[in-house]
């Protein structure tokens, strides 16, 4: 079965840094674009990274671009997210997507989150 397991959160000061990585199963990975998105309590799940099929496009949100990298490694079937320059409102639990249209039907696969704080 499809699995997209997230690790790497935790409790960091601001300022600090973190690799979120998602660990994919249960389907064929490089075929897939990868997204990171998070959310904070009361505020509704956004976007916050995304990577094409073969790495060869990203975007961001304007409010961690030039802090945050995304970065897929196909062979391992996982995708990273590196976090630096942290702030507090980076706060939330961070989802990793992987989606993939083909013949009509969205694939749309999400994992269950991982949980990054920042505060001093």
């Known amino acids: 079965q499809v699995q997209l397991v997230e690790s790497g959160g935790g409790l960091v000061q601001p300022g600090g840094s973190l690799r979120l990585s998602c660990a994919a199963s249960g389907f064929t990975f490089s075929r897939y674009a990868m997204s990171w998105y998070r959310q904070a309590p009361g505020k509704e799940r956004e976007l916050v990274a995304a990577?094409?099929?073969?790495?060869?496009?990203?975007k961001y949100a304007d409010s961690v671009k030039g802090r945050f990298t995304i970065s897929r490694d196909n062979a391992k079937n996982t995708v990273y997210l590196q976090m630096n320059s942290l702030k507090s409102e980076d706060t939330a639990v961070y989802y990793c997507n992987a989606n993939r249209q083909g013949a009509g039907t969205l694939y749309d696969y999400w994992g269950q989150g991982t949980q990054a704080t920042v505060s001093s």
């Open positions: 990577i094409s099929s073969s790495g060869g496009s990203k």
